[in-house]
């Protein structure tokens, strides 16, 4: 869509690039870009502390961007929204506050699939309090077997945590069954957003599920910021993660006593230029992420998948699904290392290796494939650069790995 794309000073910068890793991060609109300057150059001061105005109106800014992303994924009210670092600094807190809930024997259900943030945290747990990790394995074909889930499900699972959409495999979880089945047995159902939030509306309530997390950078949002949603009441009483200014109420030498939701998860000075560009991006997303523009982003999605398979060699891995558009692939010809050099030469971007998610690899007897992942931005122009990269590639002889290397700006 061409009117997107000239929102997005990165492809001004870079009109030789054809970038196919918004899996990874995702390009920022240009009022991202200023909300983010204009709080540095405009209203350089802290949030929740100082009286004078221009500290507490750019401290009511920074609540409106949470007002802003309850609204966004119809949370029921924005105290139950806490901005974190990222997906993988949200995890790294709900670990440590439900920790306090659990004890040794007590079972956290994962997926195969499961990114590294949504599942390096509950080892580590495991490994500290005893917990039992039991797993819902994913086939051959990469389809997470969710029917297993039943079997698994006992009166000692006390979570079940997977991903919206994982960030290799991209079919949606059928999260509203699941959810069902979870609460029918008294445990909390964790759902990682962070590739699903990009690629089609979200509406925790609908979901059902206890805690719902994303990074900002996945969603035409700046890195350094994430959000972490959890239902009413679900943390009040939980264990506190990072302690020390700003999420106290009361501080004696003995104990301290805490803040409310949210603030008790918000210690220190939290990255307020990175939350108030994750308030331009939810902007941009309810003004652009159309019913229209999801379904460019599967055609894009549905070109690129036809083209791999009309190509001999090619092998595709994971369903053909209509979920998040990211398509994973192996060569016969070219080591995925390899071949993404080979693209990279030709000034393709594309991520390669295990995607963070070495389990699922594991289960695959995979060593490693290429990944293309489609954002809103994405057009035919890409599709064609692609393919007529990729023939080149497949074309080279080992002995000629070497292609001339396309120009690239230095940093
Ligand atoms: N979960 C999924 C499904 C992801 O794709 C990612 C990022 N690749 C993460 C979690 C971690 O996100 P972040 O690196 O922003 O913390």
């Given amino acids: ?83 974190t670092y990222g997906t993988t600094d949200g995890f ?34 495991a490994h500290k309090l005893g917990l039992v990790l039991r797993w819902i394995p994913v086939d051959k074909h990469g389809a997470i077997q969710w029917q297993q889930l039943d079997s698994l499900l006992s009166q000692r699972t006390r979570l079940v945590c997977f991903a919206h959409a994982s960030n290799t495999l991209g079919a949606y979880a059928p999260i509203k069954t699941l959810v069902a089945k979870i609460h029918a047995v008294g445990a909390l159902c964790i759902v990682d957003g962070a590739q699903a939030i990009a690629h089609c509306q979200v509406d925790v309530q609908a979901m059902d599920c206890d805690a719902y997390l994303f990074s900002g950078h996945k969603l035409y949002g700046p890195t350094g910021v994430g959000v972490l949603y959890a239902r009413e009441g679900l943390l009040d009483d939980a264990a506190v993660y990072r302690s020390g200014g700003e999420m106290v109420q009361q501080v004696a030498k003995s104990h301290s006593e805490f803040q409310p939701m949210p603030l008790k998860y918000e210690a220190g000075t939290p990255n307020i230029s990175a939350v108030l560009g994750l308030g331009a991006a939810i902007a941009w997303c309810r003004d652009n992420l159309t019913d229209a523009i999801f379904a460019h982003e599967q055609q894009i999605y549905r070109d690129l998948r036809q083209g791999l398979s009309a190509r001999a060699g090619i092998e595709l891995v994971g369903e053909d699904t209509d979920g998040v558009p990211l398509i994973l692939f192996k060569s016969a010809q070219l080591h995925p290392q390899d071949l993404a050099l080979a693209l990279d030469a030709q000034n393709i971007c594309v991520r390669t290796g295990k995607h963070c998610a070495m389990v699922l690899h594991d289960a695959l007897h995979s060593d490693g494939l290429v990944r293309l992942s489609v954002a809103a931005y994405n057009n035919r122009q890409d599709v064609e650069r692609f393919f007529s990269a990729l023939d080149r590639a497949l074309t080279i002889e080992d002995d000629d790995m070497a292609l001339p290397t396309a120009q690239l700006p230095e940093l």
């Fill in 1 to 83: 869509m061409s009117h997107l794309r000239t929102q997005f000073p990165f492809f001004r910068q870079h009109p030789e690039l054809v970038y196919f890793d918004s899996a990874a991060t995702a390009q920022v609109p240009q009022t991202v870009v200023d909300a983010i300057t204009d709080y540095y150059i405009r209203a350089k001061v802290n949030v929740h502390r100082s009286g004078y105005r221009l500290a507490s109106q750019l401290t009511d800014r920074f609540e409106q961007v949470r007002s802003d992303v309850a609204t966004y994924i119809n949370a029921p009210s924005a105290r139950q929204i806490v901005f």
């Fill in 92 to 125: 790294n807190l709900l670990a440590q506050a439900l920790s306090s809930r659990l004890k040794a024997g007590d079972e956290i259900i994962l997926t195969e699939a499961e990114h590294h943030a949504n599942l390096v945290p509950w080892q580590q747990l």
